[in-house]
């Protein structure tokens, strides 16, 4: 009998390295466990457009959740399985309440498909400029959207989501994956997080969260380590993830997450 039924893990600084690529172990580990019937679900704040650096392990059958929990799908199809998106109203007036107090701040809107966001929204992060720039009240309405970003220029990532959840309390979910100078926090639907994605994906696919084993590295992760069976947490998380009291896997960059999957199956590399 396998030990666990189902893997879910963050990518960037976790499954993935520093460079982004994916480390043999890693590849060979998910692989190895595809082969035995336990599924792999990558949980990422990433859109859906930025999970091609998956393409290599389609041949897996695992699925996705993107954008924090928003968006459920296929890995191999990219067929969207489950959306769950912000109320056009309460995204508009919480970022307008967070531009208030914050005069700086800017703002994208994350959809299923593409993404928008206010003119100079690129100049404080590493994203190309966006096919669509509008006024904010324009982004809200174009489609649903399933991740709101902000970016503030002058304050901190910390400090800038504790100013921003003082202000939207449980209006919206408020939660990073990056931590710089220049704040970028993810805004969502109330209530989505990873864990609720896969709480409905485990439902779909019959299965107890108590057979999942998890990796994280940031606090956008920490309801799902805690929903799982086993969390495990990479050397380099977040302190607030380090503190949490999860077993560590090792170095992302070493393949931390393969070698610890590889060595609870009893398998060799």
Same mark, same amino acid.
């Given at each position: ?31 190895? +466990? ?11 704040? =990433? ?8 393409? !290599? ?9 993107? +954008? ?15 959306? =769950? !998106? ?24 994350? /959809? ?6 206010? !003119? ?10 966006? !096919? ?45 994956? /990056? ?64 503190? +949490? ?25």
């Amino acid at each position: 009998m396998n030990p666990f039924d189902l893997i879910a893990t963050d990518l960037d600084g976790t499954f993935l390295a520093d460079d982004k690529q994916i480390p043999a172990l890693n590849a060979l580990a998910v692989r190895r +466990a595809a082969r035995r019937g336990i599924t792999t679900v990558f949980a990422s704040g =990433r859109p859906l457009r930025w999970f091609g650096v998956l393409d !290599p392990l389609t041949d897996a059958h695992g699925w996705a959740v993107a +954008a924090n929990g928003a968006v459920t799908f296929d890995l191999a199809t990219r067929e969207v399985a489950h959306v =769950r !998106p912000m109320a056009a109203d309460i995204s508009l007036t919480a970022a307008e309440q967070i531009r208030e107090r914050l005069p700086r701040a800017v703002f994208a809107a994350e /959809y299923v498909s593409g993404w928008g966001s206010e !003119p100079g929204f690129e100049l404080h992060t590493r994203e190309p400029g966006s !096919p669509f720039q509008a006024p904010l009240d324009e982004l809200v309405d174009r489609d649903e959207i399933v991740k709101l970003i902000v970016v503030d220029p002058a304050t901190r990532t910390d400090e800038l989501a504790a100013i921003a959840r003082s202000i939207v309390g449980d209006r919206v979910t408020v939660t990073f994956s /990056y931590v710089s100078a220049a704040g970028m926090l993810e805004m969502s639907a109330p209530g989505v997080s990873k864990a609720l994605a896969l709480r409905e994906l485990l439902t779909d696919l019959g299965l107890p969260a108590n057979r999942m084993i998890a990796f994280g590295d940031m606090p956008n992760d920490l309801q799902m380590l805690d929903l799982a069976g086993q969390g495990f947490v990479m050397d380099s998380s977040h302190p607030t993830v380090l503190g +949490a009291g999860y077993p560590t896997a090792g170095d992302n960059n070493a393949g931390g997450v393969g070698a610890t999957i590889l060595r609870l199956l009893g398998e060799d590399a």
